[in-house]
């Protein structure tokens, strides 16, 4: 069993976990109203290099659907190193907050 799963994650590594290599998510809590409004981030499309640094960057402005009558603008700077790993987030009117768990995910 353990040499037949083995061999399976050779073969396929990426099978579960490719759409979360290209993307990745933030998630923020409003402060007009509390709201969680999240973004996705596409690795692959949005980020922009800066050459000099070799990190990427992208920006995001997030507005809540208008169910809490708010339409607070929540401004999204994300910063990543050159192997697209977050390095930071500042966010304008909002706070980042951790992604909410999702049933599936736990586990391997
Ligand atoms: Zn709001």
């Not at 933030?26 to 109203?33: E, Q």
């Not at 409004?37 to 990427?56: C, E, I």
């Not at 809540?64 to 050159?82: H, I, P, S, W, Y």
Request: net charge neutral; proline share 3%.
């Amino acid at each position: 069993m353990s040499f037949w799963s083995k061999l399976s994650k050779i073969i396929a590594p990426e099978d579960s976990s490719n759409f979360d290599t290209r993307s990745h998510w933030v998630y923020v809590r409003c402060k007009r109203c509390g709201d969680i409004l999240s973004s996705r981030v596409d690795l692959q499309n949005d980020l922009s290099q800066d050459y000099a640094s070799g990190q990427f960057v992208t920006r995001k402005t997030l507005v809540g659907d208008g169910a809490n009558r708010c339409f607070q603008r929540v401004e999204l700077a994300l910063t990543f190193d050159k192997n697209k790993r977050l390095l930071d987030i500042q966010a304008i009117g909002g706070e980042v907050v951790d992604p909410p768990q999702k049933e599936g995910e736990i586990g391997d």
